[in-house]
């Protein structure tokens, strides 16, 4: 029985056979300088955006306009603000722009550089809303790129015009501005060697992070499949199986005791099952989406039916969601009853708006993608990390970097960031097929997503499902979530939480404040638009851990005695975790 668990099965997809390209590692060689943005899509967009503007007289003259009554209202301001430097702003920053909210912001000349900053962000913004024709996809892509050249250009990044950085040089007679040298040399040093981004040396995998005890019970070439002892002498007889995504650490579910997802479900009576994914290399480049699939979600599913056989609750995170969705649609479709329920956690179904992230991807970015992709046989974590950075890019980059290098104050390091900090990689075919198959061409919600030649649909999907959005999600916005109640045909229960992608679904009980809306809608409802549902919706203060769990609970069984732990491959966290 266990020369079987511990056997290595090796029947990925074959490799492609195909004749060296130019073009390629042309594509491959750019991509290394340019972050794996591709310039003809950056091209095409602004080159769009140019001509609708070169004809347009109307736009001409409403940016000449505006420019002049931007520049009037900040000479205007100026003026004031010699006779009485606490005068009234001529204009405010956005409620989630926290650069200028120090208080020595308010003192002169600082409080004039903001003021011009935020005019000339104003607009741009403006500019940015291009006349009747340009393509929407363009015209956000040009948008979304102003707003990082405007972000590099804030006062609040430039010791001379940053009263923090002034205030705490004087202070210190630049040990500061000593720190955070070395700082920057540590950083740039840790890229080079390929490092993680952080020091996490004072997080160790099974000491500090990933401490529920359990067992690696399953390993193929692309996963370990983590078998959790349970906390309680009953348990519900139907397992929970998690798949997170393989851009993530499994241990994002099972962080310090205390932010534990995993924990919190063995404590309350549940057997918990976890895929570990395989960190791929370029020998893993043939790896497809089906691939994942098969020896990921569906090989973990046999496996926990073996140990504990009957039904299980299926769990998905993120990208992982994704896959456990269409896993679930082609169970259904081959009238496989062994799913009890689906859930889904930030994960989204319809890529139609998918948010910001949509902005890498059209034909032109995704063609360069897979030719970066191909060269090097994976996406690296550093480029994926880039990409997200960029969508807040004033909090992720800029000012993190304000406090770090001109401040000197080292990073927070706590149990979330050094998860953040230990990065994966993704297989060139799987990731080019998610890109191209889900994001681009939205295969799986207009239901022509082939799995095993035939294609699949949600709607086949009769379990129970209960999706998680949070409120200020930029990897998978939450009204891109909500898009499940269009396509399902089972009772939806849909939860709204305050946070992010991370910490909105890493929300345990507790002191900290959170809050989130909840509503089932019943599979013979008629369709509720998001903004409706989010008005009607019931609101609770405090975490959704339990009312999801209150949810499991009424899709479950009595309790039963616990189930044995299935024979050991290892302990956890197991080896692919550890994988760099």
């Avoid at 002049?68 to 005068?87: G, I, T």
């Avoid at 250009?153 to 923090?164: D, E, G, L, M």
């Avoid at 926990?304 to 679930?328: D, E, Q, R």
């Avoid at 994966?424 to 082939?450: G, I, S, V």
Wanted: a negative charge; aromatic letters at 10%; glycine letters at 4%.
């Amino acid at each position: 029985m266990m020369e079987q668990r511990t056997e290595i099965i090796n029947v990925a997809s074959p490799s492609l056979s195909e004749p060296p390209s130019f073009d390629r590692a042309m594509d491959a060689a750019i991509g290394k300088v340019t972050g794996g943005v591709s310039p003809t899509a950056l091209a095409l967009a602004y080159l769009d955006c140019a001509l609708h503007v070169s004809k347009s007289i109307d736009t001409q003259a409403d940016l000449i306009t505006s420019a002049a009554s931007a520049y009037w209202r900040f000479v205007d301001y100026c003026l004031r603000a010699c006779a009485d430097p606490d005068c009234e702003t001529c204009i405010e920053p956005e409620a989630r722009d926290k650069r200028f909210a120090d208080n020595l912001w308010q003192t002169q000349p600082f409080r004039a550089y903001a003021q011009g900053f935020l005019l000339a962000q104003d607009w741009w913004a403006r500019a940015m809303t291009a006349p009747p024709g340009v393509d929407k996809h363009h015209q956000d892509v040009v948008t979304f790129v102003a707003r990082q050249l405007l972000d590099v250009a804030s006062p609040a990044n430039f010791p001379a015009t940053n009263p923090a950085i002034i205030a705490q040089t004087l202070k210190e007679g630049g040990r500061n501005l000593q720190r955070g040298f070395w700082l920057w040399l540590n950083d740039w040093t840790r890229a080079l060697d390929g490092a993680p981004s952080a020091d996490i040396s004072d997080y160790v995998l099974g000491r500090d992070l990933a401490t529920t005890p359990g067992e690696v019970v399953f390993r193929n070439e692309l996963i370990e499949l983590i078998q959790y002892a349970p906390q309680t002498e009953k348990t519900h007889p139907e397992p929970i199986l998690i798949t997170p995504a393989w851009i993530m650490k499994y241990y994002i579910l099972d962080l310090s005791p205390e932010n534990s997802l995993v924990r919190y479900l063995v404590e309350n009576g549940f057997t918990v099952f976890m895929i570990s994914w395989k960190n791929p290399t370029a020998a893993d480049r043939d790896l497809s989406l089906e691939d994942y699939r098969r020896l990921g979600v569906d090989a973990a599913v046999s496996q926990v039916a073996s140990i504990a056989p009957g039904k299980l609750h299926l769990v998905g995170y993120c990208l992982g969601g994704t896959l456990a969705a269409i896993a679930a649609a082609a169970m259904a479709r081959d009238r496989d009853d062994r799913l009890q329920s689906l859930t889904l956690l930030a994960a989204q179904t319809d890529f139609t708006e998918a948010g910001e992230l949509t902005l890498f991807v059209d034909e032109a970015q995704v063609t360069f993608l897979e030719n970066v992709m191909a060269e090097q046989g994976y996406l690296d974590a550093w480029q994926m990390a880039g990409a997200f950075q960029l969508l807040r890019s004033s909090d992720l980059i800029w000012s993190k970097m304000v406090r770090s290098y001109w401040l000197g104050e080292p990073p927070a390091m706590f149990d979330l960031m050094a998860w953040n900090a230990d990065a994966t990689r993704m297989p060139y075919k799987m990731h080019a097929e998610y890109l191209r198959k889900l994001f681009l061409n939205n295969e799986f919600a207009q239901e022509k997503y082939f799995v095993e030649g035939r294609p699949v649909a949600l709607r086949d999907v009769r379990a129970p499902i209960f999706a998680v959005g949070t409120e200020r999600d930029h990897v998978a916005p939450w009204r891109s979530v909500y898009k499940i109640h269009a396509q399902a045909s089972a009772d939806v229960t849909f939860v709204l939480t305050s946070g992010g992608h991370n910490a909105g679904v890493v929300n345990p009980p507790g002191p900290k404040k959170r809050r989130h809306q909840i509503a089932t809608h019943d599979d013979l409802q008629a369709y509720v638009d998001p903004d409706a549902w989010r008005a009607a919706a019931a609101h609770h203060e405090g975490s959704w851990w339990p009312c999801w769990l209150e949810w499991l609970e009424e899709c479950s069984s009595a309790p039963v005695a616990a189930p044995k732990t299935a024979p050991s491959i290892a302990p956890t966290p197991g080896a692919y975790v550890l994988e760099r």
